[in-house]
């Protein structure tokens, strides 16, 4: 992927998010009050990082993206005011939209079905299957 | 007759000449009605270039000049100066900014030319006009008031003091020092806070050239520069200040206890009270919120054990009123109320305590006796984790600033812990490290060296897990989200300026800046100086600085008052307001416009009154009236009108 | 006074009890929640993806059927609470205007007039504690309670503007009002997990845990919730690891048996950790 092509992936991000990677000063709050950064690779930090030197190609091929609860705690205490879960989401976006699911509603577990509220059934397909 | 007048048009270099056509415009400024001599020079403020303008005036025997070069901000006093030397009354030269208002602001030759040619017609207009005019002389005060009497205010006073001058030195606390006198010691060099803070608090409080005001606040100031008069509010302090020895028995029996301010809550005090043991003056006071006489309780245990009888139950408010020629604002800081960061706990989550109070844990004086102790059960804290920008850099929930010492006080409160708690561990969680200062670098890497861990990123949660306070922080060089636990968690909360210097420097109408610091008159060159003639500033009330820039500003602030209490008297700009009484009916719009309060209707008369060495010249007034009736000199709706008409 | 009441579709299956309780007690506090005629489903999760029209259409058809029962529209579960607020909010927005329109060409029902998105604690709240106090027929009896708020009732907080995002408040002060005894923590607003319980259960138990582990540490017996994921994570992950256990209430049953509704009417046997033995224990039921 030329580094054209990846530039161009970082504005498609921003635009979709309506965030600005250049506000974040990488100071590492979103990671530190991810509930899930520890497993998140790369966290939000990190990742933002990532566009910053526009390398979003890595990015999107990444695992963390898709370890996003959509908590939204990044955002409220970011010194910056950026909202990591809503680039997170565009990344997503972008992937979904070419077609790849990461949760298959078929393969749904029967007791699952039986006890998890719908809610989380509904928000699980809406952020990670097409 | 038309006035013989002649026009210099500078080429700062290529400044102007790089964009407007020098030799075009002088050749056009030659052939405007009244202009005898257009000539141009490569820097017109240099020697030779005054000189150039001297010899003009006098071989053409001009009456009149028009420098056209940079704004008048920088050069009008030079050119003024010059046309004087020459005997040409300075008010009889204009400066036409063709620099800022023209070559700078666009790259048309042409375009600028022609600008250019009319800035110089406007100002040739306006000196044709120009009535001869002589600065007003003002009599000076020779004392000062200063507010705030932390270290800022203190050394201000006393350098204004040794030089000869009355100081009226006004504090709102019972006695002075400020924040200074909570710190235990101080980076870089490790002094104790106290040690070096005492003998200034004491020779402020002895100096026969000091009047001391504590337990004050300034209620109104009135006149203007060199003639200010001053009404100063002394609250009650319920302790006769002559009788009382400060022997502290009252402090003793006093059956009331509150928790101590000045230790950060971490101790409680009684009623009556001393702010610590060295404070000057060594004078108690009476805390009346908390004082069951005075809430009208049975009490009075003070006044019956006290060997002196200094209580004064029954003490009023009194109002001094002083006269000063000159007010320095030395009104300090706080610290951002970090409650206000939710998710740091400070003030539910045991434990978790702000900059200032750990200085009071440091503290001989403090809570521990100088031990490092924890606020909860007294247990030694085997780790501290120290959150760096609690508050500061933070354009969500804090202030958007940097607030530039707490990266220090850090290294400095993690050193310190080591040093009492030898197998103690040190963790720093910060964003940047940031040290410019004279051995700065050198004291963080002191704490480097000497075992303090540094975690690079900000802390997003801090958090209760059985007796300890777990902290989530990041370190963004490894990418990785951390959790430590830890026994103590000490927040270095941003710095901002002293709500009650804000709420004074808005009632002077002193400006200050979006978050409340004093605004000082140019940033690089007028740093101790307000907009507001006769009032100076220095400390933290212009912004975050550690204590060796607090005095050397207010050194600077001290000497900007000896260099106007040097002069015999103060000059005033004569380009002030003038009633047309003939007209004037009296209407009061130019009272009520006036920012500088220089103009009043006159009851009796029914007449607007100018107090000219108020008058800044602004013209509000003229504008608001609408008979016509008031204009500024030089300014008359003639010239105007053949400014505007070239 | 009468509400339009937007249920939502978990609440109609595996959140009965949360609906149920809030309907009745509702009741007994002094109000009526009128549910819309035909509604659809919000989406569940709000899409933040600034070009995502689609996502908008079904909760602005629930906002349109709303504004022609009524100016203020009720939610009880939290997830449909924020859907709903975040879609009216950016429904509003200056500069959505073109899109506003594209989206209501979807939209069959005509907007009767401005809805707003409010929650059935600000209505409680409205209505004032010292009311509600008085129709306490139940004291909670200095019960521990800890006030579970999650992410959804809080953040975005420039959009929901509900309460204090870091430390919220609202749930506390009715369980005070019902004779409880409100426990601070500092997990109050942190993620259980949410839907990653579907794909990553163990991040998402683990974040559960945590939540309830503060509860406890802060002195709390039990805690309530006003998400029935929360509710489901809370409990489901304090089950997986089997060792002890807090029970986790919606806040509309501590409610309901404050305000006296009969124990069959509470659904405690929907709740997956029974909490009835607990309330016995506490002289409650
Ligand atoms: C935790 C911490 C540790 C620090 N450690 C160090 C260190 O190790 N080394 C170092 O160099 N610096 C240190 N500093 C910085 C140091 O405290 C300041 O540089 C210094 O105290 C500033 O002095 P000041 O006089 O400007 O302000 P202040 O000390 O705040 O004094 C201002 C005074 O004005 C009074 N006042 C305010 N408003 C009014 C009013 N309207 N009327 C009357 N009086 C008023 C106040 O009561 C106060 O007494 C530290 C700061 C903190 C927060
Ligand atoms: S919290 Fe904000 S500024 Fe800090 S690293 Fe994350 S996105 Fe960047
Ligand atoms: S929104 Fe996603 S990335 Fe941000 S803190 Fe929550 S889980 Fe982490």
Redesign the interface.
């Known amino acids: 992927m030329s580094s054209q092509d990846n530039s161009q992936l970082v504005s498609q991000i921003e635009e979709l998010s309506g965030q600005r990677v250049s506000d974040c000063?990488?100071?590492?709050?979103?990671?530190?009050?991810?509930p899930v950064?520890?497993l998140?690779d790369?966290?939000p930090?990190?990742a933002i990082r990532l566009l910053q030197l526009g390398r979003a190609q890595e990015l999107l091929a990444s695992e963390g993206i898709w370890v996003c609860a959509s908590c939204l705690?990044c955002g409220t205490?970011?010194?910056?005011?950026v909202d990591y879960a809503k680039i997170a989401e565009a990344c997503r976006a972008l992937i979904l939209r070419a077609k790849r699911s990461q949760v298959d509603p078929d393969v749904v577990d029967d007791q699952d079905l039986q006890d998890v509220p719908q809610q989380a059934f509904i928000a699980s397909f809406r952020k990670f299957s097409v | 007759m038309k006035r013989r007048i002649g026009v210099f048009v500078c080429h700062c270099g290529i400044n102007i000449a790089g964009v407007v056509k020098v030799p075009e415009l002088v050749e056009r400024a030659k052939n405007i009605p009244g202009v005898v001599t257009a000539l141009d020079y490569v820097y017109c403020c240099s020697d030779p270039g005054q000189r150039l303008i001297r010899e003009t005036i006098q071989k053409e025997r001009l009456e009149g000049i028009v420098v056209a070069c940079c704004s008048p901000n920088l050069h009008e006093a030079t050119f003024r100066k010059a046309a004087a030397e020459a005997g040409l009354n300075p008010y009889l030269c204009e400066i036409a900014n063709i620099r800022e208002q023209c070559s700078w602001v666009t790259s048309d030759r042409d375009a600028a030319t022609e600008k250019a040619e009319g800035i110089v017609r406007t100002m040739v207009a306006k000196v044709s006009h120009d009535q001869p005019l002589v600065r007003l002389g003002v009599p000076i005060v020779k004392r000062a008031l200063v507010v705030g009497a932390g270290i800022a205010g203190i050394q201000a006073a006393l350098d204004i003091a040794n030089a000869g001058y009355e100081v009226v030195l006004v504090e709102k606390e019972p006695s002075i020092g400020g924040h200074m006198a909570q710190l235990s010691e101080t980076f870089p060099t490790l002094d104790c806070s106290q040690c070096i803070l005492t003998p200034k608090t004491v020779e402020a409080g002895r100096h026969p050239k000091i009047r001391l005001l504590t337990y004050s606040e300034v209620a109104e100031v009135s006149g203007f520069v060199g003639n200010f008069r001053v009404k100063i509010r002394q609250k009650p302090r319920y302790v006769d200040l002559d009788a009382c020895t400060g022997c502290g028995i009252c402090l003793e029996k006093c059956p009331v206890r509150v928790e101590s301010v000045f230790d950060r809550n971490l101790t409680r005090r009684r009623a009556i009270y001393r702010l610590f043991p060295q404070a000057v003056p060594n004078k108690v006071v009476i805390d009346a919120q908390h004082c069951r006489q005075l809430q009208g309780k049975k009490c009075g245990v003070c006044a019956k054990v006290c060997p002196a009888q200094a209580i004064r139950y029954d003490d009023q408010e009194r109002i001094v009123e002083e006269e000063v020629g000159a007010i320095v604002l030395a009104t300090g800081y706080e610290l951002f109320d970090s409650r206000r960061?939710?998710?740091y706990?400070l003030g539910?989550?045991p434990d978790v305590i702000d900059s200032l109070a750990f200085e009071r844990i440091l503290s001989a004086s403090g809570p521990f006796a100088g031990e490092v102790r924890r606020p909860s059960d007294g247990r030694v804290p085997k780790r501290v984790v120290f959150v760096q920008?609690a508050g500061s850099?933070?354009?969500?929930?804090?202030v958007p600033y940097c607030s530039k010492i707490c990266c220090m006080y850090t290294a400095k409160h993690a050193l310190l812990y080591r040093h009492r708690v030898h197998d103690g561990e040190a963790v720093v969680c910060y964003?940047d490290v940031r040290t410019p200062g004279k051995g700065f670098e050198e004291f963080y890497r002191r704490a480097t060296d000497e075992g303090v861990q540094y975690l690079?990123?900000?802390?997003?949660?801090?958090?209760?897990?059985?007796d300890r306070v777990v902290v989530?922080?990041?370190?963004?060089l490894a990418?990785?989200?951390?959790?430590i636990e830890a026994d103590m968690v000490v927040l270095a909360s941003a710095v901002v300026p002293n709500p009650d210097g804000v709420a004074l420097a808005r009632r002077l109408k002193i400006p200050v800046d979006g978050w409340g610091f004093l605004s000082e008159a140019h940033p690089k060159l007028r740093p101790v100086e307000t907009l507001t003639a006769g009032f100076f500033l220095c400390g933290c009330g212009q912004g975050p600085k550690d204590i060796p820039e607090t005095v050397a500003q207010a050194s600077g602030a001290a000497a900007k008052v000896l260099a106007m209490f040097g002069q015999s008297e103060l000059y005033h700009e004569p380009v002030t307001a003038v009633v047309d009484e003939e007209i004037c009916v009296g209407c009061g719009n130019c009272e009520r416009t006036c920012a500088y309060e220089a103009v009043r209707v006159d009851p009796h008369r029914g007449k607007a009154v100018v107090q000219a060495v108020m008058c800044e010249g602004c013209g509000a007034c003229s504008v608001a009236c609408p008979a016509g009736a008031i204009n500024l000199k030089n300014f008359t709706k003639q010239s105007l009108t053949e400014m505007v008409d070239v | 006074m009468k509400y339009p009441y937007y249920p939502g579709c978990t609440l109609y299956s595996k959140a009965r009890n949360l609906d149920r309780c809030g309907r009745l007690a509702a009741a007994r506090a002094g109000f009526e929640l009128e549910e819309l005629p035909s509604w659809n489903c919000c989406g569940a999760i709000y899409n933040t993806n600034t070009d995502d029209l689609a996502a908008q259409v079904g909760p602005v058809r629930v906002l349109a059927k709303a504004s022609q029962q009524g100016r203020r529209l009720v939610t009880l579960c939290a997830a449909c609470y924020n859907v709903l607020k975040r879609a009216n909010e950016r429904l509003h927005a200056t500069g959505f205007e073109q899109d506003r329109q594209r989206i209501l060409e979807f939209v069959d029902e005509p907007f009767e007039q401005d809805v707003e998105v409010v929650h059935y604690l600000e209505v409680l709240k409205e209505l004032g504690w010292d009311a509600i106090r008085q129709r306490v027929v139940r004291s909670l009896n200095g019960l521990k309670v800890a006030s579970y708020y999650g992410c959804l009732m809080v953040r975005p907080r420039e959009v929901l503007k509900f309460d204090?995002?870091?430390?919220p408040v609202v749930m506390d002060e009715l369980m005070a009002t019902l004779g409880g005894e409100p426990v601070?923590f500092?997990?109050k607003a942190?993620c259980c997990g949410g839907y990653l319980v579907i794909n990553r259960r163990a991040v998402a138990d683990a974040c559960s845990l945590r939540v309830v582990?503060?509860a406890r540490?802060?002195g709390a017996e039990a805690i309530v919730t006003t998400c029935p994921l929360c509710q489901y994570n809370l409990e489901s992950a304090q089950l997986r690891r089997g060792t002890v256990l807090t029970p986790v209430f919606y806040f509309t049953q501590i409610l309901g048996l404050a305000l006296g509704l009969e124990p069959a009417e509470l659904g405690f046997e929907d709740n997956k950790l029974d909490p009835v033995p607990f309330l016995k224990e506490k002289g409650l039921l």
């Not at chain 3, 204090?164 to 430390?167: K, V």
């Open positions: 000063y990488q100071c590492g709050c979103c990671t530190a009050g991810c950064g520890e998140m790369p966290p930090s990190r705690v205490r970011c010194p910056r005011n | 960061l939710g998710a706990g539910v989550v920008c850099r933070d354009s969500n929930q804090g964003i690079r990123g900000k802390v997003s949660k801090i958090f209760r897990r059985g989530w922080a990041a370190d963004t990418g990785k989200k951390l959790e | 204090d995002p870091e430390n601070r500092d997990f942190e582990e503060n540490t802060w």
